[in-house]
């Protein structure tokens, strides 16, 4: 097979794709033993009928037209993985010579990528979460881990949320009591809602021989009269925490003082919010990238092939949880206008930002190299078990080494940018990149360390 391109215009090209004779014999001789398992000839198991025989009843006009059919196609193929041609819509194949007998010559139009000039993509200002700590959320996580020894004691005040009351409640509808809704000395805690809203602005504030009655809308959104409810206000108690000092530092956790306690809640902390920073930072970027971009200069196939892309993701991810989409709407509460819109709405975004991407990086001279593709690579084949030079056979057979290197470029790109913006918090405040470089990870303690190194020891005992 030959095969050379040509550009159109419109962001299309032709491939002009040769096949001798003698190449396309095999897909002719293919052809009829399709034909000869389909076709049912007296004296001939199926499958089994000879070529000639069936040449005689059939004729090899209909064989070679099976051939072109199913043949052309992997010719098409190859040529675009020969020529690396960025293909995002499905060709127009005319065959230009062969058709009846002789060599098989045949172009095929398709639309490609098309590429982009950008500017003004330097110097984004993104707005991310703060990656700092402060002393108030550290307070918060201690006083949560406070909460699990907390104990209950009666107070001579006003109940407040949080706090738990004892109460005696009854509840009518229509003057019929409502059932599950009337008890005697049911401990309730003021602020969870566990019944309706206005239970809970009943209670806070109310104490301890207190009568309440008040209505309250049924939660049954038919019903127009509301419930009446009637409470009485017993005990009033709420959670005593103990004390965060070093004894309950050192009973309760790892560490023998508040102090160590403290700081490790907070550079946990920090390795989260670095994480979500991050992540938001490269969000943030995409979205300013996005809009560079002209709806004109995205072609409606891109826009097309990225939906479809979406689509049959989102299918891959609801089978593999046992839920079709009929399901999966019912669940989330959308109409299919409103999840293929979504879905839409998507791939237009990743359209716009697949062609910025691809412009800066040639601007900014944004290579990938063969070692960085070989690393791709390696933690492919790490995820599926295999070396790194069956994962590269791999995508080469499939013609996808190109785009696992666009990837990396695109990557790269987004990486640039990320770069060379500045960072500000929700309310406009500076960051400093800095605040995102995390420091190592804590070294194993003494005692961690023998064990690990004891460890490999043991098992050699015990296999020996």
Not at 119 to 128: C, H, N
Not at 154 to 178: F, K, S
Not at 334 to 340: C, E, K, Y
Request: charged share 35%; glycine share 6%; hydrophobic share 40%.
């Amino acid at each position: 097979m030959k095969s050379s391109v040509e550009a159109l215009e419109g962001n299309k090209v032709k491939l002009i794709v040769e096949v001798e004779a003698v190449e396309f014999e095999k897909d002719i001789d293919v052809a009829f033993k399709k034909l000869a398992r389909e076709v049912r000839l007296p004296g001939f198991r199926p499958g089994k009928a000879p070529r000639k025989v069936l040449e005689a009843r059939i004729g090899a006009e209909y064989a070679r037209q099976e051939a072109f059919r199913d043949g052309l196609p992997n010719y098409y193929v190859e040529a675009v993985k020969e020529h690396e041609v960025d293909v995002i819509a499905p060709p127009e194949i005319d065959i230009t010579a062969g058709e009846e007998s002789g060599d098989v010559t045949f172009d095929a139009v398709v639309e490609v990528r098309p590429t982009i000039e950008v500017s003004g993509y330097e110097g984004f200002e993104l707005e991310i979460p703060s990656p700092n700590v402060d002393d108030a959320e550290v307070d918060e996580q201690i006083e949560r881990m406070l909460g699990q020894y907390g104990t209950l004691e009666e107070v001579d005040r006003p109940a407040e949320d949080g706090d738990r009351v004892t109460i005696d409640i009854a509840v009518t509808h229509e003057g019929e009591a409502v059932d599950g809704l009337t008890a005697d000395g049911y401990l309730y805690q003021v602020g969870m809602g566990a019944v309706v809203p206005e239970l809970d602005e009943q209670l806070a504030g109310a104490s301890t021989g207190d009568e309440l009655e008040f209505e309250a809308a049924h939660p049954d959104e038919e019903e127009e009269e509301p419930l009446q409810f009637s409470v009485k206000v017993g005990a009033v108690q709420a959670t005593v925490l103990p004390e965060a000092d070093d004894d309950w530092a050192k009973e309760n956790s790892e560490f023998e003082t508040i102090d160590e306690l403290r700081n490790d809640l907070r550079d946990r902390s920090h390795r989260v919010k670095v994480s979500q920073s991050e992540v938001a930072q490269r969000n943030a970027a995409a979205d300013k990238l996005a809009e560079l971009v002209d709806a004109d200069d995205v072609p409606e196939a891109l826009v097309s092939m990225e939906f479809e892309n979406r689509v049959q993701d989102m299918a891959m991810r609801m089978q593999a949880q046992g839920i079709d989409m009929e399901q999966f709407m019912q669940i989330t509460g959308q109409s299919p206008d409103d999840m293929f819109g979504g879905l839409r709405e998507q791939a237009e975004q990743a359209a716009r930002l697949d062609l910025v991407l691809r412009a800066l990086a040639v601007a900014e001279g944004l290579e990938v190299t063969d070692e960085e593709l070989d690393e791709e690579f390696v933690k492919v084949g790490e995820q599926i078990g295999k070396s790194v030079d069956e994962v590269r056979e791999q995508f080469a057979d499939a013609g996808q080494i190109p785009a696992v290197r666009s990837d990396l470029q695109k990557s790269k790109a987004l990486d640039w940018v990320v770069a060379n913006s500045s960072l500000v918090d929700e309310d406009g405040n500076a960051i400093d990149p800095a605040d995102l470089e995390l420091p190592p990870e804590p070294e194993a303690t003494e005692t961690e360390a023998t064990e690990s190194e004891a460890t490999p020891e043991a098992s050699e005992g015990d296999e020996a």
